[in-house]
């Protein structure tokens, strides 16, 4: 069965602070790796990786791909209240027109 | 910027009654899918379409599950006999091509069984 693992469940910091989020994931014929910032309804899409090592970057937010350890990483740095939301991690397989299998997501609030 | 609409915003039925959910895809996708999220729970694959047929779907989508692409544009979910544990967020997604590129949610539909 395929399993998608957030670490850590929530995490709550202060603005300014940088937050690392994580996702390890056992998925057969994996393809591609997304993350997803879910505020008060739809996830909206932020990267989707599918080569080890190369870090995509948009803003202060940034995320790199290990297949060597079929993990991810998220980090925000600098953070705002802006930042509070659910972060969610979807794997990918190479089947055509295939399903997206989420994790549980990170809860991250920013306080001011 | 393109985006998928859902339709209704939340929905509130009795058990036993037929509910249909209706998503707008992206205009130029061709593949579309419907996610649930149970309150507190995992977002979960429901089922995927192309080309007018189902190309995958999950252990939930059973026989009171049907999806359908009517016309050029909607997609809708059916459930044929609500039952209390439908009650969740469906979200309708859309994507361009085959693999597993992004796939771009709309702002889902509430649906509460009673």
């Known amino acids: 069965e395929d399993k998608v693992v957030q670490s850590p469940l929530s995490l709550v910091v202060h603005e300014g602070d940088t937050v690392t989020l994580n996702c390890s994931y056992e998925v057969t014929n994996f393809r591609s790796l997304l993350w997803y910032k879910q505020e008060k309804k739809a996830p909206t899409f932020l990267f989707m990786l599918t080569s080890s090592g190369i870090e995509k970057k948009s803003g202060r937010l940034s995320s790199i791909l290990d297949k060597k350890e079929l993990s991810s990483i998220l980090n925000i740095t600098a953070t705002q209240t802006g930042d509070s939301a659910i972060y969610l991690c979807?794997?990918?397989?190479?089947?055509?027109?295939?399903?997206?299998?989420f994790g549980e997501g990170t809860q991250l609030t920013v306080n001011p | 910027e393109p985006e998928v609409t859902q339709t209704p915003s939340h929905q509130v039925t009795q058990m036993g009654q037929e509910v249909i959910l209706r998503c707008v895809p992206i205009?130029?996708?061709?593949?579309f899918y419907w996610y649930r999220q149970i309150l507190g729970q995992k977002v979960e694959f429901l089922v995927s379409?192309?080309?007018?047929?189902?190309?995958?779907k999950s252990e939930i989508f059973d026989d009171q599950f049907s999806v359908e692409r009517p016309d050029g544009s909607n997609f809708t979910l059916k459930i044929r006999s609500t039952k209390l544990e439908d009650s969740a967020m469906y979200f309708c997604?859309?994507?361009?091509?085959?693999?597993?590129?992004?796939?771009?949610f709309g702002p889902g539909t509430r649906l509460l069984v009673l």
């Open positions: 379409f192309y080309n007018n047929e189902i190309s995958e």
């Open positions: 997604a859309s994507g361009r091509t085959a693999t597993s590129e992004t796939q771009y």
């Open positions: 979807a794997v990918g397989k190479e089947t055509s027109g295939s399903r997206l299998t």
């Open positions: 205009s130029n996708h061709l593949y």
